[in-house]
């Protein structure tokens, strides 16, 4: 893997592509974890004396009226604040104003270019990969760097593009290359390994169960998901999540590697979608036709325990439960505490299950919790990921 340890950045002129992509409302940051997360990269730069120049999305520009709501001005500002020096923000992603402003930077000067995707307006250039701009945003800089994990699985001009036009100086930063290393752990996991699925479709998860069923010593699955898998075995599921279109899907791999998947023995059901309803825990046999199961039950976490308790490497992604719902979160948070406590190398996968172990305050305890949520699927489901080949 190229990292940015490996190219010569000394004084250069480094264009990094960062995600920025924070939750925005009325100008104001919700979260600066994304913001907080880059600061590796763009310190070690700046540490050697480099000129550097940032670019980011933030949220779809579709139209007119989404520019403002996806301005990059109050980034601009935090990262300010962080950096504890200025940072010039350039409300534009082409033409004179910025070229002049690179033109003119010195060692250690930060340049933010306005949100990548307002080129996305004029014929959607930055999300597919317009050729021109590419080699035009490359042409302002000596080196790229991308440090973008939430976007590595999609081909746009200020990933792919800059990288394609600056062949042997483009690496990875720190970010992604932490990402990157825990993910690849799970070309060769060390055995047993275990895989654990939960969330809501299965439609989800096809391709890493595709891709997995066959390294995987075990897939527990759980969430609306299993219900699927459930029903794919004749058990009555009342009114709990059905991916329909997937059945015969489930239906195959049960056959195929039945051996492998485990599926609950028993829910926590309810007759409605809320967290104020008395929830009964039932034997998979037992759920009513008015009934859907909202977690697993108390004997499936026990022995989802028994077949991790031995486990190497454990990938988990997707929820077991409505963890959103305080009822419904008991097993998932149970679970992660478990692996935890017995010290696990264990990946959480991107997305919810990521957002359930930060609010048990466990996302800090585990091996790796990745913090791409299409990108990381995409990288389970086996697939070649077009910002990685760029720079490979
Ligand atoms: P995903 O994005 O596929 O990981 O799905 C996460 C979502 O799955 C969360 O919003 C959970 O509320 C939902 N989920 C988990 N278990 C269930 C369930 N038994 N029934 C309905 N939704 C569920």
């Given at each position: 893997?190229?990292?940015?340890?490996?190219?010569?950045?000394?004084?250069?002129?480094?264009?990094?592509?960062?995600?920025?992509?924070?939750?925005?409302?009325?100008?104001?940051?919700?979260?600066?974890?994304?913001?907080?997360?880059?600061?590796?990269?763009?310190?070690?730069?700046?540490?050697?004396?480099?000129?550097?120049?940032?670019?980011?999305?933030?949220?779809?520009?579709?139209?007119?009226?989404?520019?403002?709501?996806?301005?990059?001005?109050?980034?601009?500002?935090?990262?300010?604040?962080?950096?504890?020096?200025?940072?010039?923000?350039?409300?534009?992603?082409?033409?004179?104003?910025?070229?002049?402003?690179?033109?003119?930077?010195?060692?250690?000067?930060?340049?933010?270019?306005?949100?990548?995707?307002?080129?996305?307006?004029?014929?959607?250039?930055?999300?597919?990969?317009?050729?021109?701009?590419?080699?035009?945003?490359?042409?302002?800089?000596?080196?790229?760097?991308n440090d973008a994990f939430g976007t590595i699985h999609r081909a746009h001009a200020s990933n792919v593009g800059i990288a394609t036009n600056l062949p042997g100086n483009s690496a990875f930063g720190f970010l992604i290359e932490k990402e990157l290393t825990a993910l690849s752990t799970l070309d060769n996991p060390e055995k047993p390994f275990m895989v654990v699925l939960?969330?809501?479709?299965?439609?989800?998860?096809?391709?890493?169960?595709?891709?997995?069923?066959?390294?995987?010593?075990?897939?527990?699955?759980?969430?609306?998901?299993?219900?699927?898998?459930?029903?794919?075995?004749?058990?009555?599921?009342?009114?709990?999540?059905?991916?329909?279109?997937?059945?015969?899907?489930?239906?195959?791999?049960?056959?195929?590697?039945?051996?492998?998947?485990?599926?609950?023995?028993?829910?926590?059901?309810?007759?409605?979608?809320?967290?104020?309803?008395?929830?009964?825990?039932?034997?998979?046999?037992?759920?009513?036709?008015?009934?859907?199961?909202?977690?697993?039950?108390?004997?499936?976490?026990?022995?989802?325990?028994?077949?991790?308790?031995?486990?190497?490497?454990?990938?988990?992604?997707?929820?077991?439960?409505?963890?959103?719902?305080?009822?419904?979160?008991?097993?998932?948070?149970?679970?992660?505490?478990?692996?935890?406590?017995?010290?696990?190398?264990?990946?959480?996968?991107?997305?919810?299950?990521?957002?359930?172990?930060?609010?048990?305050?466990?996302?800090?305890?585990?091996?790796?919790?990745?913090?791409?949520?299409?990108?990381?699927?995409?990288?389970?489901?086996?697939?070649?990921?077009?910002?990685?080949?760029?720079?490979?």
């Amino acid at each position: 893997m190229k990292t940015i340890k490996d190219l010569n950045i000394d004084n250069k002129k480094v264009l990094i592509r960062c995600d920025f992509n924070v939750p925005l409302k009325d100008g104001k940051i919700g979260d600066d974890t994304r913001i907080v997360s880059s600061l590796q990269t763009i310190n070690y730069c700046l540490e050697k004396n480099a000129k550097v120049i940032l670019l980011s999305h933030l949220g779809r520009v579709k139209e007119e009226a989404d520019l403002e709501k996806n301005n990059l001005a109050p980034v601009a500002k935090r990262l300010e604040e962080l950096l504890e020096r200025p940072v010039t923000f350039i409300d534009e992603t082409r033409g004179e104003k910025l070229e002049e402003a690179i033109n003119n930077m010195k060692d250690g000067d930060v340049v933010l270019i306005q949100n990548t995707r307002y080129e996305d307006l004029d014929g959607k250039k930055e999300s597919k990969n317009d050729e021109e701009l590419g080699k035009y945003w490359a042409s302002l800089g000596d080196v790229f760097i991308n440090d973008a994990f939430g976007t590595i699985h999609r081909a746009h001009a200020s990933n792919v593009g800059i990288a394609t036009n600056l062949p042997g100086n483009s690496a990875f930063g720190f970010l992604i290359e932490k990402e990157l290393t825990a993910l690849s752990t799970l070309d060769n996991p060390e055995k047993p390994f275990m895989v654990v699925l939960g969330g809501a479709k299965v439609s989800d998860k096809i391709g890493v169960i595709e891709n997995l069923v066959t390294k995987a010593d075990k897939i527990l699955i759980g969430g609306g998901m299993a219900f699927t898998f459930l029903k794919a075995e004749n058990y009555e599921i009342g009114t709990s999540l059905l991916d329909e279109e997937n059945l015969e899907f489930c239906k195959r791999i049960l056959k195929e590697y039945g051996d492998k998947i485990v599926l609950p023995v028993d829910v926590a059901v309810t007759t409605e979608y809320s967290n104020d309803e008395e929830y009964k825990v039932r034997l998979i046999n037992e759920i009513e036709y008015n009934e859907m199961g909202l977690d697993i039950g108390p004997e499936t976490k026990e022995a989802f325990a028994n077949h991790l308790k031995n486990a190497k490497t454990v990938l988990w992604n997707g929820p077991l439960g409505v963890y959103e719902f305080e009822k419904y979160k008991k097993h998932t948070d149970e679970l992660l505490q478990f692996l935890v406590d017995n010290d696990i190398k264990t990946i959480l996968g991107g997305g919810d299950i990521v957002a359930a172990a930060a609010a048990a305050n466990l996302k800090e305890k585990v091996y790796h919790a990745s913090t791409g949520g299409g990108a990381t699927l995409e990288y389970l489901e086996g697939k070649t990921l077009p910002g990685i080949e760029a720079i490979k």
